[in-house]
Structures are given as C-alpha cells and as structure tokens.
C-alpha cells in the first residue's frame, strides 16, 4: 500500500466512505426493524472471538474469505439494497476462495496456545 499511486489511494478512499455510509444505512434499516440490538451483538462476540484469537495467536492474515463470510452473517434479506450488498459480498468470499483458497485465519506459529488441526 505504501507504493501505491494516487489513482489507487482515490479509489481506496472512496470504497471506504461507501463502505461506511452503507454500513450505516443498514444499521438504520435494521433499527427501524427492530433488529439491531441482535446484530450488534453477534457483531460484538464476533469482534471478541477475534480479537482473543489474535492476541493468543500473534499472527492474523485475513482473506478475502472471512472478510466476505463475517458480511453474509451480518445481512439479512429485508429490501433490494441489502439483497446487492448480500450479492457483493458472497462474491468477495466465492472469489477470494476460489483464487486463494481458504488457508487459515491465525497460522499456527510457536507461540500459538491454539491447536490447528488440518
């Protein structure tokens, strides 16, 4: 990232910001279905199981993968808008899947307290 052109940089800039407005746009969404509070919670475990991991493991690599399966759980079918971001992201996971495969999340490394099994 640090090499990357301002082209590029414009671009990641702009996908963040929608990220953001669309992310808020669905907590709304959810809120006036009266959902939220169930989201924000899975999203909280979520975050701690995370977190916990990463502070055992020491190493995290995120894929395209995870980043596109943690978006599916957290988007349910109420309207068109949220039906393309379900569609955007089950092609982020398909994608990085199919061109990276699903390698782990924490790599076992020697100061891993987690047991890997393959």
Do not use: C
Not at 18 to 27: N, R
Not at 60 to 67: A, D, F, K
Not at 92 to 109: C, F, K, L, N, T
Request: glycine letters at 6%; aromatic letters at 14%; a positive charge.
């Amino acid at each position: 990232m640090a090499g990357w052109p301002l082209s590029l940089w414009l671009l990641f800039d702009t996908l963040a910001v929608l990220l953001i407005v669309l992310t808020a746009s669905v907590y709304f969404d959810y809120k006036r279905a009266g959902i939220a509070k169930r989201y924000l919670i899975f999203t909280s475990f979520t975050l701690i199981w995370f977190l916990t991991n990463s502070a055992l493991n020491k190493t995290v690599h995120v894929h395209h993968y995870s980043i596109g399966m943690l978006a599916v759980a957290m988007l349910a079918y109420q309207n068109d808008k949220v039906t393309v971001l379900h569609g955007l992201a089950n092609g982020v996971m398909i994608e990085g899947a199919s061109r990276w495969g699903y390698d782990p999340i924490w790599p076992q490394s020697s100061k891993s307290l987690l047991i890997y099994i393959p």
